[in-house]
Protein backbone atom coordinates (compact mmCIF):
# COMPACT_ATOMS: atom_id res chain seq x y z
CA UNK A 1 0.00 0.00 0.00
CA UNK A 2 1.24 3.57 -0.81
CA UNK A 3 0.74 6.88 1.69
CA UNK A 4 -1.87 7.90 -0.59
CA UNK A 5 -3.77 4.94 0.28
CA UNK A 6 -4.24 5.53 3.45
CA UNK A 7 -4.96 9.29 3.21
CA UNK A 8 -7.99 7.90 0.71
CA UNK A 9 -9.11 6.02 3.60
CA UNK A 10 -9.06 8.87 5.89
CA UNK A 11 -10.70 11.10 3.66
CA UNK A 12 -13.57 9.09 2.42
CA UNK A 13 -14.49 8.22 6.30
CA UNK A 14 -12.29 9.20 9.82
CA UNK A 15 -11.23 12.55 8.44
CA UNK A 16 -14.30 13.39 6.05
CA UNK A 17 -15.78 15.76 8.81
CA UNK A 18 -12.30 17.49 9.50
CA UNK A 19 -10.53 20.07 7.49
CA UNK A 20 -7.66 17.86 6.97
CA UNK A 21 -9.90 15.38 4.94
CA UNK A 22 -11.16 17.95 2.51
CA UNK A 23 -11.45 16.25 -1.15
CA UNK A 24 -9.57 19.19 -2.61
CA UNK A 25 -6.29 17.92 -1.29
CA UNK A 26 -3.21 20.56 -1.66
CA UNK A 27 0.43 20.27 -0.83
CA UNK A 28 -0.48 22.44 2.12
CA UNK A 29 -1.22 20.00 4.34
CA UNK A 30 0.59 16.97 3.09
CA UNK A 31 3.30 17.05 5.81
CA UNK A 32 0.74 17.03 8.32
CA UNK A 33 -0.87 13.84 7.10
CA UNK A 34 3.34 12.18 6.46
CA UNK A 35 3.73 12.88 10.19
CA UNK A 36 0.40 11.59 11.39
CA UNK A 37 1.31 8.19 9.34
CA UNK A 38 4.88 8.41 10.20
CA UNK A 39 3.78 8.54 14.38
CA UNK A 40 1.25 5.73 13.48
CA UNK A 41 3.87 3.06 11.89
CA UNK A 42 6.10 4.21 14.72
CA UNK A 43 3.48 2.88 16.96
CA UNK A 44 2.37 -0.25 15.56
CA UNK A 45 7.01 -1.14 14.64
CA UNK A 46 6.39 -0.52 18.61
CA UNK A 47 3.86 -3.00 19.34
CA UNK A 48 4.93 -5.30 17.36
CA UNK A 49 7.87 -7.21 15.17
CA UNK A 50 7.22 -5.97 11.90
CA UNK A 51 10.64 -4.89 10.98
CA UNK A 52 13.70 -6.88 11.71
CA UNK A 53 17.08 -5.57 10.86
CA UNK A 54 20.70 -6.48 11.31
CA UNK A 55 23.75 -4.02 12.53
CA UNK A 56 27.04 -4.90 12.25
CA UNK A 57 29.31 -3.36 14.76
CA UNK A 58 33.28 -2.99 14.99
CA UNK A 59 34.80 -2.81 18.25
CA UNK A 60 37.64 -0.35 18.52
CA UNK A 61 40.60 -0.37 20.71
CA UNK A 62 40.33 2.32 23.59
CA UNK A 63 36.35 3.11 22.54
CA UNK A 64 33.64 1.75 25.11
CA UNK A 65 30.61 3.62 24.12
CA UNK A 66 28.64 2.87 20.80
CA UNK A 67 26.04 5.02 19.47
CA UNK A 68 23.90 3.79 17.17
CA UNK A 69 23.43 6.79 14.75
CA UNK A 70 24.31 7.13 11.01
CA UNK A 71 27.35 9.55 11.37
CA UNK A 72 28.90 6.37 12.73
CA UNK A 73 28.74 4.30 9.30
CA UNK A 74 31.50 3.25 6.78
CA UNK A 75 28.94 5.00 4.09
CA UNK A 76 28.15 8.10 5.95
CA UNK A 77 30.44 11.62 4.95
CA UNK A 78 29.93 12.93 8.78
CA UNK A 79 33.36 13.54 10.47
CA UNK A 80 32.76 10.86 12.88
CA UNK A 81 34.21 7.57 14.43
CA UNK A 82 33.44 4.55 11.94
CA UNK A 83 32.24 1.38 13.32
CA UNK A 84 28.87 0.46 11.77
CA UNK A 85 30.27 -1.60 9.04
CA UNK A 86 27.71 -1.18 6.30
CA UNK A 87 27.83 -1.02 2.25
CA UNK A 88 26.21 1.64 -0.15
CA UNK A 89 23.99 -1.68 -1.30
CA UNK A 90 22.52 -2.23 2.52
CA UNK A 91 23.35 1.19 4.22
CA UNK A 92 22.51 2.04 8.02
CA UNK A 93 19.30 4.18 7.26
CA UNK A 94 17.15 2.86 9.74
CA UNK A 95 16.13 3.71 13.50
CA UNK A 96 17.12 0.93 16.15
CA UNK A 97 13.50 0.21 18.59
CA UNK A 98 15.10 -2.51 20.32
CA UNK A 99 18.02 -4.86 20.32
CA UNK A 100 17.13 -8.31 20.16
CA UNK A 101 19.97 -9.88 20.27
CA UNK A 102 23.83 -9.79 19.68
CA UNK A 103 25.88 -12.18 18.08
CA UNK A 104 29.61 -12.99 17.42
CA UNK A 105 31.66 -13.30 14.00
CA UNK A 106 30.83 -17.72 14.29
CA UNK A 107 27.23 -17.22 15.42
CA UNK A 108 27.91 -17.49 19.05
CA UNK A 109 25.08 -15.57 21.10
CA UNK A 110 26.88 -12.51 23.40
CA UNK A 111 25.09 -11.85 27.02
CA UNK A 112 23.08 -8.39 27.07
CA UNK A 113 23.07 -6.84 30.31
CA UNK A 114 24.19 -9.51 32.23
CA UNK A 115 26.73 -8.78 35.30
CA UNK A 116 28.35 -11.80 35.62
CA UNK A 117 29.52 -11.86 31.82
CA UNK A 118 32.64 -10.37 31.51
CA UNK A 119 32.32 -10.76 27.40
CA UNK A 120 28.99 -9.58 27.37
CA UNK A 121 27.34 -6.19 26.24
CA UNK A 122 25.91 -3.12 27.90
CA UNK A 123 22.49 -1.74 26.78
CA UNK A 124 20.73 1.94 27.87
CA UNK A 125 18.69 2.69 24.92
CA UNK A 126 18.13 0.95 21.35
CA UNK A 127 20.14 3.91 20.25
CA UNK A 128 23.68 3.03 21.93
CA UNK A 129 25.43 -0.14 23.48
CA UNK A 130 28.98 -0.40 25.74
CA UNK A 131 31.49 -2.78 24.38
CA UNK A 132 34.01 -4.12 27.09
CA UNK A 133 37.63 -3.77 26.24
CA UNK A 134 37.30 -7.87 26.61
CA UNK A 135 35.97 -8.57 23.28
CA UNK A 136 37.06 -5.62 20.73
CA UNK A 137 38.47 -7.95 18.92
CA UNK A 138 35.56 -9.55 17.04
CA UNK A 139 32.26 -7.75 14.75
CA UNK A 140 29.61 -7.77 16.85
CA UNK A 141 26.29 -8.25 15.27
CA UNK A 142 23.06 -6.76 16.58
CA UNK A 143 19.85 -7.93 15.56
CA UNK A 144 17.18 -4.84 16.05
CA UNK A 145 13.51 -4.71 16.16
CA UNK A 146 13.63 -1.39 13.25
CA UNK A 147 11.16 1.37 12.28
CA UNK A 148 9.50 1.78 9.76
CA UNK A 149 11.37 3.97 6.86
CA UNK A 150 10.85 7.48 7.07
CA UNK A 151 8.14 8.84 4.60
CA UNK A 152 8.64 11.62 2.16
CA UNK A 153 5.68 11.58 -0.22
CA UNK A 154 2.36 10.45 -1.09
CA UNK A 155 3.86 7.81 -2.96
CA UNK A 156 6.07 6.11 -0.69
CA UNK A 157 5.11 2.66 0.26
CA UNK A 158 4.47 1.29 3.41
CA UNK A 159 5.48 -1.88 4.30
CA UNK A 160 3.10 -3.36 7.03
CA UNK A 161 0.82 -6.30 6.76
CA UNK A 162 -2.40 -5.60 5.37
CA UNK A 163 -4.06 -6.96 8.52
CA UNK A 164 -2.40 -3.61 10.18
CA UNK A 165 -4.09 -1.43 7.54
CA UNK A 166 -7.30 -0.75 10.00
CA UNK A 167 -5.47 -0.76 13.10
CA UNK A 168 -2.98 2.52 11.36
CA UNK A 169 -6.17 4.11 10.63
CA UNK A 170 -7.63 4.41 13.83
CA UNK A 171 -4.78 5.01 15.86
CA UNK A 172 -4.21 8.54 12.44
CA UNK A 173 -8.10 9.44 13.43
CA UNK A 174 -7.79 9.34 17.39
CA UNK A 175 -4.68 11.27 17.17
CA UNK A 176 -6.59 13.97 14.83
CA UNK A 177 -9.64 14.07 16.70
CA UNK A 178 -7.59 14.40 19.89
CA UNK A 179 -6.20 17.47 18.84
CA UNK A 180 -9.75 19.57 18.72
CA UNK A 181 -10.92 20.27 22.29
CA UNK A 182 -15.02 20.40 21.94
CA UNK A 183 -16.82 17.09 23.29
CA UNK A 184 -18.11 15.17 19.95
CA UNK A 185 -14.33 15.10 18.80
CA UNK A 186 -13.13 13.97 22.28
CA UNK A 187 -15.33 11.28 22.46
CA UNK A 188 -14.84 9.91 18.33
CA UNK A 189 -10.86 10.18 19.99
CA UNK A 190 -11.67 7.64 22.33
CA UNK A 191 -13.63 5.75 19.93
CA UNK A 192 -10.85 5.49 17.37
CA UNK A 193 -8.36 4.77 19.87
CA UNK A 194 -10.57 2.22 21.68
CA UNK A 195 -10.79 0.57 18.19
CA UNK A 196 -7.18 0.71 17.62
CA UNK A 197 -6.72 -1.04 20.74
CA UNK A 198 -8.83 -3.91 20.10
CA UNK A 199 -7.32 -4.23 16.56
CA UNK A 200 -3.67 -4.95 17.95
CA UNK A 201 -5.25 -6.97 20.61
CA UNK A 202 -6.90 -9.62 17.82
CA UNK A 203 -3.24 -9.29 15.82
CA UNK A 204 -1.59 -10.49 18.96
CA UNK A 205 -4.44 -13.00 19.76
CA UNK A 206 -3.77 -14.40 15.96
CA UNK A 207 -0.09 -13.48 15.85
CA UNK A 208 -1.38 -12.30 12.43
CA UNK A 209 1.49 -10.48 10.36
CA UNK A 210 4.13 -10.18 13.56
CA UNK A 211 7.66 -11.00 12.40
CA UNK A 212 8.67 -13.22 14.82
CA UNK A 213 8.86 -13.91 18.56
CA UNK A 214 10.19 -10.86 20.46
CA UNK A 215 13.80 -12.14 22.29
CA UNK A 216 13.36 -10.44 25.80
CA UNK A 217 16.34 -9.66 27.92
CA UNK A 218 17.09 -7.59 31.48
CA UNK A 219 17.13 -4.35 29.88
CA UNK A 220 15.52 -3.26 33.87
CA UNK A 221 19.57 -3.38 34.37
CA UNK A 222 20.48 0.15 32.87
CA UNK A 223 16.54 1.74 33.55
CA UNK A 224 15.35 1.23 29.81
CA UNK A 225 12.17 -0.45 30.70
Known amino acids: MKVQDII ?28 LIQSALTELHVQFLIRQEELVIQPLEGLVDYPLHSDHAD ?6 IKFIVDSIYQPFDWEPLQILGAYDEIGNEIPINAPNHICGIYVSTPRSVMIPATITS ?19 DINIPTTMRNALVWFIASRIWGSRKDDQASNKSVMYMQQYLSACELLR ?3 TGIAGDVIEFNYKLDGWR
Do not use: M
Not at 16 to 24: M, P, T, Y
Not at 75 to 80: D, K, L
Not at 138 to 156: M, Y
Open 75 to 80: TSEAEA
Open 138 to 156: RQISLVCRANHTVLTGLTD
Open 8 to 35: DDLQAAEFSELAIGDSAFTETNTPRYLK
Open 205 to 207: NTG
